[in-house]
């Protein structure tokens, strides 16, 4: 095994349009430093330097929407266009939930709300921790009332290409398939 130094390797992860409102004004930032922290929280690792925290800071809500592959362009958009200079929220058909100050996109598939748990201050970045109060799901994706995510053809981001990339097809089923290394009577 070669040693790559301390290279994040944790990839790939999902990419999502964060919203905000920032100076009165709905905004998106496209972050694919996101995770979960347990089942109704989530984190996102944004940039001191970015437009969007401020809003974040001063609402204490966002929201994550998970865009499909048939709006890659506009998700890439929304990561290099600042929200300084330009309005990223007329690409998209916006919906609220019960916060009013966390826009959502319509044609996400999927949405989350969620308000500020915690900030978590990095040197150069804000970990914002946010609760989860309501998810939005199109109904096109839901198999019965779940989430079937080969229908929401998530955009899944990885650093050392800079690529998007698709899901793949499933390959086995968790908490299921390490039963068979079980030893009888283990
Ligand atoms: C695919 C992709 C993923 C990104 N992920 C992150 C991220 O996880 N954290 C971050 O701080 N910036 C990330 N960015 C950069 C911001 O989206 C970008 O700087 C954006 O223009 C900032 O918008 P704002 O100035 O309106 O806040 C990403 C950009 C792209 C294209």
């Given at each position: 095994m070669k040693a790559l130094g301390a290279v994040n390797a944790l990839y790939p992860t999902p990419t999502a349009l964060v919203g905000a409102t920032v100076n009165g004004k709905a905004n998106f930032i496209t972050i694919a430093h996101i995770g979960i922290m347990d089942h109704s929280h989530i984190s996102l690792g944004m940039g001191k330097v970015?437009?969007?925290?401020?809003?974040?800071?001063?609402?204490?809500?966002?929201?994550?929407?998970?865009?499909?592959?048939?709006?890659?362009?506009?998700?890439?958009?929304?990561?290099?266009?600042?929200?300084?200079?330009?309005?990223?929220?007329?690409?998209?058909?916006?919906?609220?939930?019960?916060?009013?100050?966390?826009?959502?996109?319509?044609?996400?598939?999927?949405?989350?709300?969620?308000?500020?748990?915690?900030?978590?201050d990095f040197p150069s970045h804000d970990i914002f921790i946010g609760e989860i109060v309501q998810t939005y799901a199109d109904e096109a994706v839901l198999q019965n009332t779940m989430i079937d995510f080969s229908k929401v053809k998530?955009?899944?981001?990885?650093?050392?290409?800079?690529?998007?990339?698709?899901l793949g097809a499933p390959v086995g089923k968790c908490w299921n398939v390490g039963k068979q290394l079980k030893r009888k009577g283990g």
């Open positions: 970015h437009y969007t925290n401020a809003g974040i800071k001063t609402n204490k809500t966002f929201s994550v929407c998970l865009p499909s592959q048939d709006l890659m362009a506009q998700t890439d958009y929304c990561g290099i266009m600042t929200g300084k200079k330009t309005d990223k929220a007329a690409l998209f058909e916006l919906f609220y939930g019960e916060l009013a100050t966390a826009p959502m996109i319509k044609q996400c598939p999927v949405c989350m709300e969620c308000r500020l748990a915690r900030t978590v998530p955009l899944l981001f990885d650093m050392p290409s800079k690529q998007y990339w698709a």
